[in-house]
């Protein structure tokens, strides 16, 4: 048979396709990370919903910072190749300054007009205001990505692929870290009121179900009215994407609870 597997172009294939194929599977893990993390907030039908919206916006917004990249990565490795390397890192400067200027538009646009920007996908309130806050903090990333993008455009075209999945890899752990700080930054203390009826198990059952919206108790004052009531002083530290749907499931929930004041 005249097919045969060259081992030497096998070997050279699989060198510079292999770092490439793992740093989208780096990516790709990432991005799963992130939808799981999401989907265990309290309440994920609206986290889900504007993570949606964002990841669309995100992938419009980074065009221009990945299309640089691929030019950078093209023009870089011919000169390179020629020997050019000065040449080189100005490709990689003009791309990155190229991708910055559109994606300061962008991210002026995003900043400024982010409700019209969700509501052309969703007209919720909930995952307008909610969404509005998730824009304007991911849009901050749209300043970061030419620089990030040019440069690993760079080191593809100079064939050091393990750049990029060094890259890849700090990028996740970036993220996992960042979800963990900013999650115990959200939780922030909040004060209601709560007038129950004077049963055996109401106090007891009410904190069981804030507990079950992940809301945590920091402290309850107690006091017995002589209308046979509880009034609850609460303080909790209750996760600012909670929303008033949420606390009117609760009354509708537990029949012990007679009134919430916020």
Known sequence: SDFKID??????LLKLGLPSSVQQVVVSFSFLTL??????LPIADIASACQGIGGKVNSFAVLPALAMSSAVSSMAGQNIGAGETARAK??????????FAISVVVFTIVELFPQPIISLFDTNPDVIAIGSEYMRFIALDYLFVPFVFCMNGLAIGAGEYELGIAASIIMVVSQLILHRFFSRLENTANEFTVVVSDTKDSVKNFKEKLASMNISVAKCNITRNKDSTLTLDVTVKKSRTISMDEIMLLIEQNDSIISIDI
């Open 90 to 99: 100005k490709t990689m400067l003009t791309g990155m300054g190229i991708a």
């Open 7 to 12: 081992k030497e172009k096998m070997k050279m």
């Open 35 to 40: 939808t799981a993390l999401v989907n265990s």
